[in-house]
């Protein structure tokens, strides 16, 4: 049979065609008495068979019964009886091609469902279905044939192509059984026979070929839809911008003062530099901002604004998503805001989980992100990125656990992510569709509709991707643009809202329903399943409420309310059908009534439909394409904003709401606004014109001062030449009130008129007087204008000179005889406000005069000579103002940022400070509320958000006092008695602990060292060609006396095929590491060995291995889960690795770039969500991570003093740091993270080891910080004490706890007990004990590591931690030694260490047994130690009286010789292994210098000992035979002089033995020196 050409399929179907037939090259084609006929829906191929069973009497239908089943679908067609009768006997005609009259009824049946919408599986089974006579659900090979050859010739007859012929059709139907090995006389199941149809090429074809025919629907002759909505647009960003914006820093090379040499320091100097100036502060301010209150919300979204579970709404405003609770009045709570504040630039849409838990946003940004987060909890539940443009529409399947994401790229990106994994399941460009507006899910998570400019289209899953099909509206309704979806209650119910304002109901890919909604575009639609109603909202104004046919139930006319703007953005429905939410286009979101309610009192009329349930809006924002300026009142109660759509608005800072707003002018934005100091008037600067307004009553002009000459008229409509001849009556009144001025004879002096403007002068900056009878303007034409506010006509003008420098500040002194003017070229300025002139005579008659200025509104000021951050100059900080009451300036600059700083700040570089990146960029304006401020607003231009920070201004100033010393504790206690300091090792210094830099690092090694281990072949030739005579110096000379044997092999070619795996590691680095030793979730224990983490396995006797690191592990911490272990390691540019401890896969991996030499603390939050670690560089920077997303949330300098450890508060909103002689609170605030310098009060500055969090609800008292509720923070000090804070301050000292340094805090939640108090916090110190003490600090238990019970080599505490049932404690010792102790008896659980190893220094000597499975290793640990190769344990250990600087086995392994360190140089001890315990039996003495290197001869009769280089270096033999004991006297053989050696075989002589100093009686010593053999000796 002859195939049609293939169809483009999922992969499920398309398949290649094989030889039976080939592709024939012709596209879809039906005749027209079938095209009414096409893409009709499931619902009626199944009425329609109904209809055929009912009817039919024959398998062959004549006319009349053919037109009677076929008027099932005249509904479906949208026909009346006759047309539809007409239609039905045209497709007859076509397919009775023999004119008998009679056509195949099953035919008809299998050609209509092939030319259906239905799923291709379901056209397969519904024919199998048709043709299964007996109902049995299986086909004989005949009915398969009759099926397949009905089937295609009735294809055939449509689409005017030849049919196939019989033996074709048997064919396929022998393969369908031969396909699943059944013999023809048997049976197919319908299965089977889907199957083959999709395995078999022809059959395939065929199906695919017939499948998604294109709708025959007309298309609408509109505009592009775009030019109804546009997307959202990705803003363009400089890269300073972008850097900041993603928390990241940027270049500051060069940064320095911008007030150096400039003009303004001289006058600053003689007259604004008070007498006594506050010295600078050389740490950035302690106080903090925390985001209260956004005020606005998008309008650049649709379907942005819905209800919660709870009630609350859910929005997004600029860069935070808004969960807004109204006040309740029966509780008596007011209205509250939690904000998510993630996203790094504005937020463009937003989306529900379909049970109200969990939103999901997405930001406009240049590399945009998708963040899913808790509701309730404002917490990141995941971030989800890999988009190059603004994601349009977001969607939450009906579990929730996949996401729809639609990007605006080119390319029209559709991505489906799994929730749980973050994993991208699905991603495909859809460009052939148009641009695509909205996306949704259908019930049921399979599929998903996209509503773009070409109408609508359906994605089904088909295995792991999802097949695109368009809808079919067919005759019902012509194709247009859809801007909205909805997800109605039915599998596959799909509603949309057109560019026409019509509304759409799909079944399917097939339109069942099509009604006029409103008469301009439908731009959002939601589904209220509670309600079974479907909300839509348009262009018209109007929101309205349906029913499930699209039958209209309600209309809420926003015209009715006092809106600015109302086009609906987005509508939504209360679960209980009593609200509807509606957002606007005036950035108003209002609550109206769906019914009407009938009012309580009588005389009081009730609520029609659509009224608001509200006085106002439930909240406003502003919806002009900028906010243009921010003013607050003097009181601090309030403040105004202007914005460019010409509306001043007033927001009250205490209830949080707009409480008046005013449209001031049509055309002309509002550029500036400044409160009058009484706070009755607000001056409003809109182009040229300043319009003088009651507070009381925003639309009440009290003046208008003169707009351009012959320009715009007034806003009243007056020309402008008359708005400026007759000034308002109160104006007249106040200045016939007015004392007139007199002149020196006394005459009154004339007021001049208000001069008129020049043509396109536009007023820049306004400014009153501190007293407030003055305002200065500065307009576009370098002119300063000083109005007198008692009439309102001009005082005195200023006309700078052209060319002149541009005005950055104007102030007035707080007399108002003086007006100071601030330059872009860093001058100041000063011109009498009585005759605009400079002070004849310089600013010391000024000074001596008293003048002040209390204002600074410009850059250039005293105050503020370091208001700037590092990364931008004075003129890029948009405005800055200081507060004296508390001592705070805060600024807000061009790229976003508020900064606050001390005040008054006079650095002469950029002053330090902490900064809030809150807005995107720029901000527009910052202000304090009130003259004590407990407030701070913030305004983004473009994001069009105001933000009320909540001011927590906390400086204080610690005296300095004597610091304790950091490593030991006093040595007299509280009576002056002498007090016991325990220190096992006098030797040992303070350790690791307070070491910084490079001491602690590995970054002195040579270059090669890098280069290998990270693994490039060209690092490695880089580095060897860099290190040439140094580390490689003396190997030629080596080579050129070696002597090659006879049968020299030739060098391989190839490494050696031979494989390495690790199998066994001895010993743990925990003498240098603290809080480095923990079980994870299955009971094994982690730790840190050299450059890995190890996992011990203690039933099984296994170890696995994280082998990660190119260093030595420097810490390292357990996620919560307590699966994951996240390790930091030391060396040039570090890195921080999570990785899986069940099977040692790396999972993540962060590194901190050149710069740093080690990681000094790691720490995960208990909620699992962030990591934290501190790497050591002058400034011990602290990076944070939502480390699951590898996104950088802060990287902050924490410090000059090293960090020791780190802990996160139980609900994961603080982080304590404590480190050498300091510690720091740090806040977590959404995307922000601030910190707070710990005061110690009145308690010794000291070295803070350990920290850690316990659970007490009632921590602190009634006046302790609320934040503090979730666990008392206490820091385990080198004095043995704890202490515990008081917010950011040491609250109490609890001493004696430990006899020196606490090394280790592990707080764990506490376990029931029946006596006392239950203990949740395990210590452990040098002292040597552990020590379990409950929430009061008391101690319910302790563990002494000196009893010598224990047998521990060293029992200084590093680590100490409780199992999950509190039956273990797991403690590692400075003897790297790792032991398990009882809780309930502190018993030693394993009879001994389970983790040993050296533990001190350097590991310096190895050798192994000649014999048995053992080997030997001594170190800077003065110890020997034998390991058991089969048993995988030290065997035996001995105590050397040095450190062990090179060990050797005698062959017989009876011997062992170790050479001595520095402590005793020159010095060989001879060990004998014969007995069980190990002993020294001999000393060896002959030289002064450090033996580095011993060895036996192979037949064990000579024992070489040698030392270092350097001048005294030598080689010394001893005779080991000459004994009858182990040990024996080992004679002195010989001694060579190693230097003079060297010199004289590379002269060409032979090396002397220089003979013992007193007679040996050596064996046969004559014999071995042969004069012919002058090398042997040199050997």
């Not at 301009?520 to 262009?539: D, E, N, R």
């Not at 105050?863 to 200081?882: D, I, L, R, S």
């Not at 201004?953 to 016991?980: I, L, Q």
């Not at 002589?1549 to 002058?1574: G, I, K, N, Q, S």
Request: hydrophobic share 40%.
């Amino acid at each position: 049979a002859s195939s049609p050409r293939p169809y483009s399929a999922p992969a499920s179907w398309s398949l290649r065609v094989g030889t039976m037939g080939q592709v024939v090259g012709k596209a879809k084609s039906f005749d027209p008495a079938v095209e009414p006929f096409l893409n009709l829906p499931a619902p009626a191929i199944n009425r329609l068979w109904t209809s055929f069973n009912l009817s039919a009497e024959t398998w062959g239908l004549t006319m009349d019964p053919f037109v009677t089943i076929c008027a099932e679908l005249a509904k479906d067609l949208g026909l009346e009886d006759l047309e539809m009768r007409s239609k039905s006997e045209a497709l007859f005609t076509l397919l009775d091609t023999d004119n008998n009259g009679i056509i195949d009824a099953l035919e008809f049946m299998s050609l209509i469902a092939m030319l259906s919408a239905m799923d291709p599986s379901d056209k397969v089974g519904f024919i199998y279905t048709v043709y299964d006579f007996s109902e049995s659900g299986e086909l004989l090979i005949d009915e398969i044939t009759l099926a397949v050859k009905s089937t295609c010739v009735g294809l055939c007859k449509v689409s005017k192509r030849q049919s196939p012929g019989l033996k074709e059709f048997e064919e396929l139907a022998r393969l369908a059984f031969a396909s699943v090995e059944k013999p023809s006389d048997k049976k197919l199941s319908a299965a089977e026979f889907l199957g083959y149809c999709r395995a078999n090429p022809t059959a395939s074809s065929w199906v695919s070929h017939y499948d998604d025919i294109p709708d025959a629907a007309a298309t609408m002759d509109l505009p592009e839809p775009g030019s109804t909505f546009d997307l959202p647009a990705a803003p363009p960003r400089t890269e300073k911008e972008a850097l900041l914006l993603a928390g990241l820093p940027v270049d500051v090379a060069g940064a320095s003062s911008w007030f150096a040499e400039k003009p303004c320091l001289a006058p600053m100097e003689e007259l604004l530099k008070p007498d006594e100036p506050t010295a600078s502060i050389s740490t950035p301010p302690d106080s903090q901002l925390d985001a209260e209150w956004v005020y606005g919300v998008a309008t650049a979204a649709r379907g942005h604004v819905k209800y919660g579970a709870d009630g609350g709404i859910i929005y997004p405003a600029g860069c935070a998503g808004v969960v807004y609770r109204g006040a309740n009045d029966e509780e008596g709570t007011p209205a509250s805001q939690s904000l998510f504040m993630e996203h790094l630039d504005a937020v463009g849409c937003l989306t529900l989980s379909a049970d109200g838990a969990i939103a999901a946003t997405a930001d406009v940004g240049a590399s945009p992100k998708v963040i899913v987060w808790d509701v309730k909890s404002c917490k990141m539940v995941a971030v989800l990125g890999g988009f190059s443009a603004p994601v349009v529409a977001l969607d939450f399947s009906d579990d929730g656990s996949k996401l729809l994401a639609v990007s605006s790229d080119a390319d029209s990106t559709v991505s489906v992510y799994s929730v749980d994994t973050r994993a991208r399941l699905f991603s495909s460009g859809v460009a052939p569709l148009g641009t695509v507006f909205d996306g949704k899910w259908c019930v049921g998570g399979k599929s998903f509709a996209l509503a773009s400019a070409k109408g609508i289209s359906f994605m089904t899953q088909k295995g792991s991707t999802y097949e695109p099909k368009k809808g079919v509206a067919g005759s019902k309704a012509k194709v247009e643009g859809l801007l909205c979806l909805a997800a109605l209650g039915g599998n596959d119910v799909m509603a949309a809202g057109g560019q026409s304002g019509s509304l759409y109901k799909w079944e399917g890919r097939n339109l069942g329903v099509c009604v006029a909604g409103h008469t301009g575009a439908v731009l959002t639609i939601t589904y209220c399943a509670a309600q079974s109603q479907l909300l839509s909202g348009g262009k018209d104004g109007k929101a309205k409420i349906w029913d499930m046919g699209l039958s209209p139930l309600a209309t809420l006319d926003l015209f009715r309310l006092e809106s600015l703007g109302r086009e609906v953005l987005s509508v939504c429905m209360s679960a209980a059908g009593d609200r509807v939410l509606v957002a606007t286009s005036g950035a108003e979101v209002w609550e109206l009534t769906p019914v009407a309610i009938p009012s309580e009192d009588e005389e009081q009329p009730g609520k029609q439909v659509g009224d608001s349930l509200l006085p106002g809006p439930v909240f406003a924002g502003h919806s002009g394409a900028e906010v243009c300026t921010i003013a607050a009142s003097p009181a601090g109660s309030e403040f105004a904003t202007g914005d460019s759509d010409g509306v001043v608005r007033v927001f009250s800072a205490e209830s949080h709401s707009l409480v008046k707003s005013a449209k001031l002018s049509e055309t002309k934005p509002v550029a500036q606004l400044a409160y009058s100091p009484d706070g009755a008037q607000i001056a409003v600067v809109m182009g040229a014109s300043i319009e003088i307004v009651s507070t009381e009553n925003l639309t009440e002009r009290v003046a208008k001062l003169p707009p351009v000459e012959g320009g715009e008229p007034g806003a009243d409509g007056a020309p402008a030449e008359e708005a400026a001849t007759e000034p308002p009556a109160a104006v007249e009144e106040a200045a016939a009130d007015a004392e007139p001025e007199l002149d020196e004879e006394g005459n009154p002096i004339p007021v001049p008129s208000p001069p008129l403007l020049p043509v396109g002068v536009d007023v820049l900056m306004i400014q009153y007087s501190p007293d407030g009878s003055l305002l200065a303007a500065l307009d576009t034409d370098a002119k300063i204008t000083i109005y007198s506010t008692a009439n309102w006509s001009v005082k005195t003008t200023v006309q700078r000179e052209a060319g002149a420098a541009t005005v950055t500040g104007l102030d007035l002194s707080e007399d108002g005889a003086w007006l100071q003017v601030g330059t872009a070229d860093f001058e100041l300025l000063y011109f009498s406000s009585e005759n605009g002139e400079a002070p004849p005579e310089g600013l010391k008659p000024l000074k001596e005069a008293g003048v002040k200025f209390s204002t600074s509104s410009g850059p250039v000021s005293y105050e503020k000579q370091g208001a700037y951050p590092v990364y931008c100059n004075p003129t890029e900080v948009v405005k800055a103002e200081g507060s004296a009451a508390k001592s705070l300036l805060v600024a807000g600059d061009s790229f976003g940022g508020v900064h606050l700083f001390h005040y008054p700040c006079v650095s002469l570089t950029p002053g330090p400070c902490s900064t809030w990146q809150a807005h995107t960029p720029p901000v527009a304006g910052v202000s304090f509320l009130g003259p004590d401020p407990t407030h701070i607003i913030s305004v983004g231009r473009a994001d069009r958000t105001v933000i009320q920070w909540a001011l927590d201004a906390d400086e204080v100033e610690e005296p300095p006092k004597e610091e304790a010393e950091p490593a030991e504790p006093a040595d007299e206690d509280d009576d002056g008695e002498e007090k016991e300091v325990i220190v096992q090792d006098e030797t040992d210094g303070p350790g690791e602990d307070f070491m910084d830099g490079p001491t602690v690092s590995k970054a002195d090694k040579p270059a090669l060292y890098h280069a290998l281990i990270a693994g490039g072949v060209a690092a490695v030739e880089a580095a060897k060609g860099a290190e040439a005579g140094t580390e490689f110096v003396g190997i030629q000379d080596f080579t050129e006396l070696s002597v090659a044997p006879s049968d020299r092999p030739e060098p391989p070619s190839n490494p050696p095929p031979d494989n390495l795996k690790l199998d066994w590691v001895h010993g743990a680095s925990t003498q240098g590491l603290r809080d480095a030793v923990r079980y994870n979730a299955a009971g094994e224990i982690v730790y840190p060995a050299a450059s890995l983490a190890v996992v011990y396995n203690k039933p099984d006797v296994t170890q696995r291995f994280v082998s990660a690191h190119t260093d030595s592990v420097t810490c390292l911490a357990m996620h919560p889960a307590g699966d994951l272990v996240a390790t930091g390691q030391c060396g040039a540019s570090p890195s921080v690795v999570v990785a899986d401890t069940n099977t040692g896969d790396i999972i993540c991996r962060f590194e901190t770039g050149p710069g740093f030499c080690g990681i000094s603390a790691v720490d995960f939050s208990p909620d699992g969500s962030l990591l934290a670690f501190t790497a050591q560089d002058p400034s011990n920077t602290l990076f944070v991570y939502y480390w699951q997303d590898g996104i950088l949330k802060a990287k902050m300098p924490s410090g000059p003093n090293k960090v020791l450890s780190l802990a996160f508060s139980p609900d994961s909103k603080q982080l304590l740091q404590v480190g050498v002689d300091h510690f720091t609170m740090w806040y977590i605030r959404g995307k922000f993270l601030k910190s707070k310098r710990g005061i110690f009060g009145d308690f010794p500055v000291q070295a803070l080891l350990a920290a850690a969090w316990l659970p007490d609800p009632d921590a602190g008292g009634e006046d302790a910080d609320p934040s503090m509720a979730n666990g008392t923070a206490v820091m385990g000090a080198a004095d043995g004490s704890i202490y515990k804070l008081d917010g950011r301050r040491v609250g109490d000292v609890v001493g004696e706890i430990h006899e020196a340094s606490i090394t280790t805090m592990y707080a764990y939640a506490p376990f029931p007990t029946e006596e006392g108090e239950a203990a949740c916090l395990c210590t452990g110190g040098k002292d040597g004990k552990i020590k379990l003490l409950a929430a009061d600090l008391s101690v319910v238990s302790e563990v002494n590591l000196r009893d010598p019970m224990y047998g521990v080599f060293k029992w200084a505490v590093k680590s100490a931690c409780v199992n999950k049932d509190g039956r273990k404690i797991l403690a590692a010792t400075a003897g790297s030694e790792i032991f398990e102790f009882s809780t309930e008896d502190q018993s030693d659980m394993n009879d001994g260490p389970l983790v040993t190893g050296h533990s001190r220094g350097a590991l310096c000597g190895l050798a192994a047994h000649p014999i048995q499975p053992e080997y030997a290793t001594v170190g800077d640990d003065r110890t020997l130690r034998l390991w058991s190769i089969e048993e995988r344990r030290l065997s035996r250990m001995l105590a050397l009286q040095a450190e062990g600087a090179a060990v050797a086995y005698s062959p017989n392994g009876h011997l062992i010789a170790v050479a001595l360190g520095s402590e005793a140089p020159g010095v060989v001890s001879i060990v004998s292994t014969l007995k069980p315990e190990l002993e020294v039996v001999k000393d060896l003495k002959d030289t002064d210098a450090l033996i580095t290197d011993v060895k036996f001869s192979p037949d064990g009769k000579l024992l070489a000992a040698a030392t270092g280089d350097g001048p005294d270096s030598v080689v010394v033999l001893y005779d080991c035979l000459n004994t009858t004991t182990p040990g024996g006297t080992f004679v002195l053989k010989a001694k060579f002089d190693l230097a003079q050696a060297t010199k004289t075989v590379f002269g060409g002589t032979v090396a002397a033995a220089v003979e013992p100093a007193e007679p040996v009686e050596p064996a046969e010593p004559a014999e071995p020196a042969e004069p012919a053999e002058p090398a042997e000796p040199a050997e």
